[in-house]
């Protein structure tokens, strides 16, 4: 709240207010990062805040830490590119706009309560509406956001329908409350009734298929940076979410369904992405299908060793936080073609020789988006693939769809790979002195590549990370903290 004020005094201080905002929420993003990992060093219980409302734990920390992490990355990319031609005193609409959803993406992270999750929902949804179309007088960008805002609207009225049903067979918020008593899919017609709207509110922030068609066309119309901030940032909150409500009131049915929500959400993302020819457009799928392969992961989280920070929980945390440096690689690279030579697949042609630099770096991206070796992506997967496995046989049936798709994706992104070294460059996609001209963005993706690389070989410190140490997940009370 104190950045979204400081954006907001800036240009009454400042003639260059744009500069200022984007430093000013760089530094509260990394200052929020780090109180935040001082706070929660060693936590070992879940803290109640809000007469239950809100969850502190080793989740939600990792969950905060990388999503702050991350958005500060997303800045520096706003820095390096739409910083230079946004109009004098637009950046702190952006800023708070920006600071807005990360608020509500945070408390997205941390809450198992009803009202809440709506609360968060809506917080993270609506400044994220207006950043899908802030390019004022951009005809993208305003169908990106009208597209936005409506399937928002439907999908937020059903989340809430169903929340109402829950409400009104129990009488609790508290999702904790529901722990152990009659699954929500299947055991009567209102119950699944629930479920199904609870699960549509949820999947359309993680653009799980068929709540998925707003996000190519969103991923198009906004800038890179607002595209990158949806990619990663929106769709971790809303998994962290759903692996809590899965945790408390997912049985045998709801496994199951996730599951194959899963898989069919990486199967629509991985084959939609053949044939595009808009890099945005096929990030945007890829996305898709990354979403898919840990939504197959939660849907083991619903047993009661998961409730106090099983494996499906680690394996979650470890591959959002390797998935968001190999996404903001990815899109760091994209956005400095894009600034130069536009989003056509066909501006990457010559891209091995124009620039080695920005072609090695997004090849180790993709690469790790593949999820082979020598890259973190490959631990990443291989843990998700290992966790499932233990499973029996729905298990191993996930298992094989993602290695399916794990092939079926190698398609597209080596497609990349081929156009930037194999096709020859032209006069239109040929790049132009990259450190030159975007020194920032460059950084900024070798950074990322480095450290998916440094992450493959420090995989168990990583895992020793993200393994949460929580003690069991307590029931809120009234006399719980109200800070």
Known sequence: MGGIAANLMIPFLTRRPNLYCALATLFILIVAAVSLVSLGAGIDSTVQH?????????????????????????????????????REGDAPEFFTLLLGATLGMCLMTSTANLLMIVMAVAIASLP????????????????????YVLFGAVTGAMMIY???????????LQLSDLVGKAPLLGASAALSL??????????????????????????????????????????????ILLLRVVQCVGGANAGVTVGLLGVLTATVGNTAAFTQTNIKRL??????????????????????????????TQALLLYLMIYAVMNLGAFAVAAVVIRQNG??????????????????????????????????GFGAKVNILWVLAHGGGFGLFLVSAIVINTALSAFYYFRVIRVMYLEPATDQSRIRSSWTRDPLG??????????????????????????PKQAQYRQASPQASVD
């Open 50 to 86: 809000l007469r239950g409302m809100l969850l502190f734990d080793s989740t939600a920390l990792i969950a905060k830490a990388t999503l702050l992490l991350f958005v500060a990355g997303v800045v520096l990319m706003w820095i390096g590119h739409s910083g230079r031609t946004l």
């Open 128 to 147: 994220s509406y207006l950043l899908a179309g802030f390019r004022k007088g951009n005809r993208r960008a305003a169908e990106a956001s009208l597209k």
């Open 162 to 172: 169903g929340i109402s049903f829950l409400y009104g067979i129990y009488g609790t």
């Open 194 to 239: 629930a479920f199904a709207g609870l699960l549509i509110g949820i999947g359309f922030k993680i653009s799980a298929v068929p709540l998925h068609f707003w996000c190519p066309d969103v991923f198009e119309g906004a800038t890179i940076e607002v595209t990158t901030f949806l990619s990663v940032a929106s769709k971790g909150a809303a998994l």
């Open 283 to 312: 990030l945007a799928y890829s996305s898709i299908a990354q979403a898919g392969y840990m939504i197959c992961l939660i849907s083991a989280a619903g047993n009661a060793r998961e409730r106090s920070g099983g494996p499906v």
């Open 343 to 376: 989003e056509s697949l066909k501006n990457f042609a010559g891209l091995g020789r124009s620039s080695p630099l920005l072609s090695g770096v997004f090849f180790c991206c993709l690469i790790s988006l593949i999820g082979l070796p020598p890259f973190a």
């Open 442 to 467: 460059t950084f900024l993706a070798t950074l990322c590549a480095a450290g998916l690389v440094a992450m493959f070989f420090a995989f168990g410190s990583l895992y020793s990370v993200t393994s």
